[in-house]
């Protein structure tokens, strides 16, 4: 499956930039995709350590790693609490994939 982020933190990848680089304004879309991430609340993978809002270091409240997917992507929480609080800049592969789904359905 894909991955929706391409950072370090989100991949253990070190060559590629920090999530604090990924920081941007919000996206014209964010609604829809806040919308597409909601749909899924089937969990596909549970990791036994907390979540971290990688910005402040902080945990995110009590919540474990959850892994959530559509078939094609795959994604955590963490990824949505960074885009949804942070406007955390998405792989511009997944936005399209979420605008033709909205589209096809809207149809």
């Not at 270091?57 to 009590?62: A, V």
Request: hydrophobic fraction near 30%; glycine fraction near 4%; include cysteine.
């Amino acid at each position: 499956m894909k991955e929706i982020t391409s950072y370090c933190e989100t991949t253990d990848n070190c060559q590629l930039t920090s999530v604090k680089e990924g920081i941007r304004k919000p996206t014209e879309n964010k609604q829809i995709v806040m919308n597409y991430f909601h749909q899924f609340d089937n969990v596909y993978t549970v990791v036994t350590c907390s979540a971290t809002d990688y910005i402040t270091g902080k945990k995110i409240g009590s919540e474990s790693v959850k892994t959530y997917n559509d078939g094609v992507y795959v994604w955590t929480n963490e990824e949505v609490f960074l885009f949804d609080k942070y406007d955390l800049e998405l792989n511009d592969d997944f936005i399209q994939h979420i605008l033709t789904k909205s589209v096809n359905r809207s149809r």
